[in-house]
Nanobody
């Protein structure tokens, strides 16, 4: 089982990035996928999630209207399009997989079975 994030980098405030989560070793269609982030000195927090059954999406308030999560099961990939980025969006972004859609918007890290290694996002001028 593998989840591999990519697309992070350094961007100026107001800029955009598109993160990708490439998966392998399991059937993506059966799993809800969440994006989490961890800033230096802070706990890991859930940012967005997309369910497996109907593809419903969830966002924390601070990213609503700026981030868009999507999935392409045929390509085993989940995306996080991030726009109007702010310095407080800085952190390591992780994607994670859970079999239970009930945990999707709950953002409970302990309920996600598989995790990627993360990709760094830095928003700074």
């Amino acid at each position: 089982v593998q989840l591999l994030e990519s697309g992070g980098g350094l961007v100026q405030p107001g800029g955009s990035l598109r993160l990708s989560c490439a998966t392998s070793g399991f059937t993506l269609a059966y799993y809800a996928i969440g994006w989490f982030r961890q800033a230096p000195g802070k706990e890991r927090e859930g940012v967005s999630c997309i369910s497996s059954d109907d593809g419903s999406t969830h966002y924390i308030d601070s990213v609503k209207g700026r981030f868009t999560i999507s999935r392409e099961n045929a390509n085993n990939t989940v995306y996080l399009q991030m726009s109007s980025l702010k310095p407080e969006d800085t952190g390591v972004y992780y994607c994670a997989a859970t079999l239970d859609d009930l945990y999707c918007s709950a953002y409970m890290p302990g309920q996600y079975a598989y995790w990627g290694q993360g990709t760094q996002v830095t928003v700074s001028s």
